[in-house]
């Protein structure tokens, strides 16, 4: 058994699991959040995302040991005050989910998408870099949609910080 430690959420925790535990599996089970999908263990879906060290990363391709002393964020840390973020509120406003599997996921890659493109998006950049990130329901229009919408306010709020 190998002992973890990271920052999850802004918050310290430990924890002791197999040398071979996913990430992704570490997140779910010990940490109980499970807003975190596991949807392939492949990498090819984009359920996992999270955010390890400000970069969006897939959990299902990285050992918990791995990733043992990093800062991780995930879709239960993005959201302040029970206010949603503006990723989250675009996604709700612009109706771009459906069953919701894949939300989390897709909202994880929107955030570092727009954090790294600081406010210069279109569409097709947008579809582009959904690629690694699996709908099967709602063929992305409205997630496009909503990305494009969030990009926008966060890129409005930087400005008005300013």
């Known amino acids: ?17 197999e040398d071979r535990t996913l990430l992704v599996h570490f997140i779910r089970d010990k940490l109980g959040l499970t807003g975190t999908h596991v949807g392939c263990d492949t990498t090819q879906c984009g359920t996992c995302v999270v ?23 995930t879709i239960e840390g993005i959201s302040s005050g029970g206010e949603l973020h503006p990723v989250q509120a675009a996604f709700k406003e612009h109706h ?27 569409e097709a950049t947008v579809r ?3 690629e690694g990130n699996i709908c099967r329901c709602t063929g992305y ?17 930087r400005q008005a910080a300013e």
């Not at 989910?97 to 989390?104: E, K």
């Open 1 to 17: 058994m190998a002992k973890v430690t990271l920052t999850v959420n802004g918050r310290t925790v430990s924890g002791e699991c």
């Open 51 to 73: 955010h390890m060290d400000g970069k969006s990363i897939k959990s299902c391709s990285i050992l918990a040991v791995q990733a043992s002393g990093s800062s991780i964020t």
């Open 96 to 122: 771009g989910l459906q069953c919701g599997f894949c939300t989390p996921g897709m909202v994880m890659t929107a955030l570092d998408m727009i954090c790294r493109h600081n406010g210069a998006l279109d």
């Open 128 to 130: 582009q870099e959904l």
């Open 141 to 157: 229009h409205n997630i496009v949609k909503a990305v494009l919408s969030a990009n926008e306010a966060m890129t409005a709020g």
